[in-house]
């Protein structure tokens, strides 16, 4: 992302979430599920249960966002 409005580097990048970011979706997922107070869940879903998750999700064309942090030599994800 460039031109106005784009984060410096090693700022934030808001993007849509894709498939190879489920792994560390649902390990933060699992960590507010096991220690927070905002899930009705009472055990952390799995990786394979999140997958299922994101791609009803996606098939119904509601994207899911993500940040990521944008780095000079990584680039926008």
Excluded: N, W
Aim: aromatic share 4%.
């Amino acid at each position: 992302m460039t031109g106005p409005g784009a984060p410096p580097d090693g700022g934030l990048l808001l993007r849509d979430a894709a498939p190879a970011d489920l792994g560390a979706v649902q390990a933060i997922y699992a960590e507010h599920v096991r220690h927070g107070l905002a899930s009705f869940e009472l055990d952390p879903p799995d990786l394979e249960t999140m997958t299922a998750r994101f791609d009803e999700v996606t098939a119904r064309t509601c994207p899911r966002s993500g940040c990521t942090k944008r780095t000079a030599s990584r680039g926008p994800a």
